[in-house]
């Protein structure tokens, strides 16, 4: 597979991002993937800055290839997880969940790569520094936006003057050349990487994404501001009712959702954790190494682009 200029700029071999996923992205994933090519990602999540100066310093154990670190801008340790990223100097610095621009200068040791849903948001990051943009469509996992990767990808790369990744509803190589075709330079990929052997989360997880079909992710928390993509559960459609019972104050549905990505994920808790997972889980059927993972999309990727330019 052809390198693109997301490879030069932060020495890698394939444009292919891992993403950052809560209490998934550990050491083990994040250096597998980063040793097979890719961008593999730490996910920084709510956890502290000392949990993320331990992932940090195992990643560095496991390879000296380039990585990154996922800032929720949300999480309640965010001065702390600031603080430690300023320290530590990783690579890339992913941030999500709000606007990164108060903490760039104490990161100019890093790339900082925000992720981003909307063109107005692409513009003030890019305004401030960033050194690209991850333009997240609603067909990913977890939190989402509004517009779907098709329709905001092409738009942020006309808004902006600096690389830009697409992420959302990509998980084999066709993906990755559409994603080519609207503008992108690289692809930031979460649910099939939960798939990797070297991903840690729980076999229940595995066999949930595996067995979903096209119709099988819902999205819930609308009614809180913050929309979550995750596959269909006791859990989701508990939560997917409640949002429309008007005896339901916010804060107890907010109540409700705490925690249970930890229960979907370390606990494999079928009733009552949050298994989240972008539309293209029903795509997915196998269980492979990084390695394998990157390989294949990237094979598939240059076999679609060159039967176009034939």
């Known amino acids: 597979m052809f390198k693109t200029q997301i490879c030069d700029l932060i020495n890698i071999e394939y444009p292919i991002f891992q993403g950052g996923m809560a209490w998934i992205s550990d050491a083990k994933l994040v250096s597998a993937v980063s040793e097979a090519g890719g961008l593999g990602i730490i996910a920084a999540g709510n956890d502290s800055g000392d949990y993320l100066r331990e992932q940090i310093y195992n990643v560095r154990s496991l390879t000296s290839k380039p990585f990154g670190v996922n800032v929720m801008l949300m999480s309640p340790y965010i001065e702390e997880v600031v603080a430690v990223l300023a320290e530590e100097h990783v690579d890339v610095i992913v941030t999500g969940a709000g606007n990164p621009s108060k903490y760039m200068k104490?990161?100019?040791n890093s790339k900082i790569i925000p992720v981003v849903s909307s063109t107005a948001l692409a513009?003030?990051?890019a305004r401030n520094g960033?050194?690209?943009i991850i333009a997240e469509g609603s067909e990913c996992g977890g939190h989402i936006g509004e517009l779907s990767t098709m329709t905001l990808v092409p738009q942020v790369c006309d808004a902006v003057g600096i690389p830009v990744i697409a992420a959302g509803g990509i998980g084999d190589g066709r993906g990755?050349?559409?994603?080519f075709m609207l503008g992108a330079v690289g692809v930031q990929i979460g649910t099939r990487f939960l798939l990797a052997k070297e991903?840690?989360?729980h076999p229940k997880y595995k066999e949930l994404i595996i067995k979903a079909r096209d119709i099988d992710t819902i999205v819930t928390g609308k009614r809180l501001g913050h929309p979550v993509r995750a596959l269909k559960s006791a859990f989701t459609r508990k939560f997917f009712s409640s949002e429309y019972k008007s005896d339901i104050s916010n804060e107890e549905l907010d109540a409700l959702g705490s925690g249970s990505l930890k229960l979907a994920a370390v606990n494999g808790d079928i009733l009552n954790g949050c298994f989240m997972a972008g539309q293209i889980a029903g795509m997915l059927v196998k269980e492979q190494t990084a390695k394998e993972i990157i390989t294949e999309m990237s094979q598939e990727a240059k076999e679609?682009?060159?039967?176009?330019v034939k």
């Open 176 to 179: 990755i050349a559409a994603a």
């Open 304 to 308: 679609v682009i060159d039967t176009w």
């Open 199 to 201: 991903c840690q989360v």
């Open 123 to 125: 513009k003030m990051v």
């Open 106 to 108: 104490l990161w100019n």
């Open 130 to 132: 960033a050194a690209a």
